[in-house]
């Protein structure tokens, strides 16, 4: 069996990059850019006036000044004719020629036209001045391909005078759950059945970082039902996420369906507990071609847990993301690992100091008590067994 860092490795191996597409600027929040970003040009482009108040030059060494004009922001820079004088300016406009210093407007007094400075004011050189250029030059690179745009991406983008941007496409993604003890939240169900949960989990984390173009699905365990509804669903999105339906039982037909269908298996099993029975593999065949299927055992936190280890980190490689490391946390608590296998542990961050956060230990009663995730904030990828991992051991840790 591979080792979770050996199946996240083959996953990005074996994903097909989505192609690229130009979106406009309101919608490029949590998009993966594929196109550099250089500057159009300095930034600031103009010394920019940081505070309203008077602007003049400082060598005058004068402490009162006749007001030349007003200088407001958006107007074209004007030029100062002596340095007797002054011109009043405000936030954001263009530091008029002549002008090297600004003195905020509750720094001085204006009686008559005239502005006389605070006693305690001393005028130096490029005080509540932005110089031009001292942001970034023109043409100097912004922002990479592999980037995940936030707000302050997408700021960058516009202020570039960019109206859109190139970023992957956002693939297409159906969330399929399988078995018939599964019923509909909101519908009666019997003693025999459960209702079905996961695919409302895996949903909401999807929705959570972005993905829009989500569709789910739920397929009794028929072969025949199987095979016309996933090759309905390969027809018509780029990614199938499946719960249950991949481990040893008699009626777990996930497996051989998809590959009948043209699914090549990259990997089966995964050493790790919960979610051992991981399945994933990509299209082999012209009608499958650039599909990704992830099957997810069907335990609850099975499924949570290894959509947040490997599925999360394969969609973002499709998308061409820059791939960062797992976020580090310290465990609060001794763990005691009994299997020899990776051990996926829920915790909860729980402050130390104002610099630290700890990670609380909250086991499961195993891989189908999802009630025990209420409160965590996700979970630790702890060492094979058997193995004591003591207190504050710096281990990886992953976000629902």
């Given at each position: ?14 994903v ?34 940081t ?22 922001a ?55 001045v ?9 043409g ?5 391909p ?65 993905y ?6 739920h ?18 999105h780029d ?13 777990d ?10 699914i090549?298996v ?16 990509v299209g ?41 490391a ?70 990886p840790?992953?976000?629902?």
């Amino acid at each position: 069996m591979l080792s979770p860092a050996d199946a996240v490795a083959a996953i990005a191996r074996h994903v097909t990059p989505l192609e690229p597409e130009s979106v406009p600027l309101t919608h490029l929040i949590g998009q993966v850019l594929r196109e550099p970003i250089v500057a159009s040009r300095d930034q600031p482009p103009f010394d920019r006036v940081t505070m309203d108040g008077i602007a003049f030059a400082s060598a005058a060494g004068r402490r009162s000044f006749r007001i030349a004009g007003t200088q407001a922001a958006g107007a074209p820079g004007q030029a100062l004719a002596d340095g007797e004088a002054c011109f009043e300016v405000m936030t954001g406009a263009v530091a008029p020629t002549g002008c090297d210093c600004v003195v905020p407007v509750e720094r001085i007094s204006i009686d008559d036209g005239v502005a006389t400075l605070a006693d305690d004011v001393v005028a130096t050189p490029g005080m509540n001045v932005h110089s031009r250029g001292l942001d970034c030059r023109a043409g100097e690179p912004l922002l990479q391909p592999g980037t995940r745009l936030g707000p302050p991406e997408v700021a960058v983008i516009a202020s570039s005078g960019l109206s859109r941007a190139l970023v992957s496409r956002s693939p297409r993604i159906v969330v399929i759950s399988t078995g018939d003890e599964l019923i509909e939240p909101g519908e009666p169900v019997q003693d025999w059945q459960i209702y079905r949960s996961n695919a409302y989990g895996v949903l909401a984390s999807l929705q959570r970082r972005g993905y829009g173009h989500v569709a789910q699905d739920h397929l009794p365990d028929d072969l025949d039902t199987l095979r016309q509804r996933l090759r309905l669903h390969l027809d018509t999105h780029d990614v199938l996420i499946l719960s249950g339906g991949v481990s040893m039982g008699k009626f777990d037909f996930v497996p051989q369906v998809l590959t009948e269908l043209g699914i090549g298996v990259v990997f089966h099993k995964i050493a790790q507990r919960p979610g051992k029975p991981m399945w994933f593999g990509v299209g082999t065949t012209p009608s499958t071609q650039g599909r990704t299927v992830y099957a997810l055992p069907g335990n609850p936190v099975s499924t949570l847990v290894c959509l947040s280890r490997y599925v999360l980190p394969g969609l973002a490689a499709a998308m061409g993301a820059s791939q960062n490391a797992a976020e580090r946390i310290a465990l609060a608590e001794a763990v005691n690992v009994k299997p020899p296998l990776a051990f996926f542990l829920p915790v909860q961050c729980v402050p130390e100091t104002a610099a630290q956060r700890l990670a609380r230990p909250r086991p499961t009663k195993g891989s189908g008590d999802f009630t025990s995730l209420i409160g965590t904030d996700g979970f630790v990828e702890l060492p094979p067994g058997p193995t004591l991992v003591p207190p504050g051991t710096v281990v990886p840790f992953y976000r629902w």
